[in-house]
T-cell receptor, first 112, second 116 residues
Framework: EADIYQTPRYLVIGTGKKITLECSQT?????MYWYQQDPGMELHLIHY???????EKGDLSSESTVSRIRTEHFPLTLESARPSHTSQYLC???????????FGSGTRLTVV | AQTVTQSQPEMSVQEAETVTLSCTYD???????LFWYKQPPSRQMILVIR??????QNATENRFSVNFQKAAKSFSLKISDSQLGDTAMYFC?????????????FGKGTKLSVKP
């Protein structure tokens, strides 16, 4: 039973559209993360948050933005989608630094 | 810089056999945590096993065990009695508990295929 939920599971959209990928968790975790997973399956951290109103960019530069208005919710937005944004996006949360991550099922995004 | 290296992009094993996946890491920290995650095809990433660096005893979870060699900075995963459901990408990951360095750093993964 998943405690972290991502929607949609799959999304195909046209170039230039604005999209928001949703991520919610019910565990009360302060720390949340967004990873981009490339076709070779390598994981790249693109955003993270250590609490409400706290967001930081990750190791991989991304044109996406995030917000953290509520503890349980960490949406990712692309203002103008491009084919280069085609990828799988994984959301995760953790209780403390050093704790294991709980991952969502991912959103597979295709921009045509 | 802290890094995690998985030198085996792909591996295969016969059902019921044992397989070992390799992982090495580099850090100057003394206190840290190591993980193995499993990502089955088109399914959710799940935790397989967690090891705390200050614990000398190797972690074990049912058929999954690790060989943690702190001096060699090695953290291999052994899967005993392999099952078809073990077919997945396996990621080794590392973290400290210090600020942004507390974010998980992943290796590039090993694709494991269990053959009947």
């Amino acid at each position: 039973e998943a405690d972290i939920y991502q929607t949609p599971r799959y999304l195909v959209i046209g170039t230039g559209k604005k999209i928001t990928l949703e991520c919610s968790q019910t565990m009360g975790h302060d720390k949340m993360y967004w990873y981009q997973q490339d076709p070779g399956m390598e994981l790249h951290l693109i955003h993270y948050s250590y609490g409400v109103n706290s967001t930081e960019k990750g190791d991989l530069s991304s044109e996406s933005t995030v917000s953290r208005i509520r503890t349980e919710h960490f949406p990712l937005t692309l203002e103008s989608a491009r084919p280069s944004h085609t990828s799988q996006y994984l959301c995760a949360s953790s209780e403390n630094l050093g704790s294991s991550y709980t991952f969502g099922s991912g959103t597979r995004l295709t921009v045509v | 810089a802290q890094t995690v290296t998985q030198s085996q992009p792909e591996m295969s094993v016969q059902e019921a056999e044992t397989v070992t996946l390799s992982c090495t890491y580099d850090t100057s920290e003394n206190n840290y945590y190591l993980f193995w995650y499993k990502q089955p095809p088109s399914r959710q990433m799940i935790l397989v096993i967690r090891q705390e660096a200050y614990k000398q005893q190797n972690a074990t979870e049912n058929r999954f065990s690790v060989n943690f060699q702190k001096a060699a900075k090695s953290f291999s995963l052994k899967i005993s009695d392999s099952q078809l459901g073990d077919t997945a990408m396996y990621f080794c990951a590392f973290t400290t508990n210090r600020g942004s360095q507390g974010n998980l750093i992943f290796g590039k993964g090993t694709k494991l295929s269990v053959k009947p």
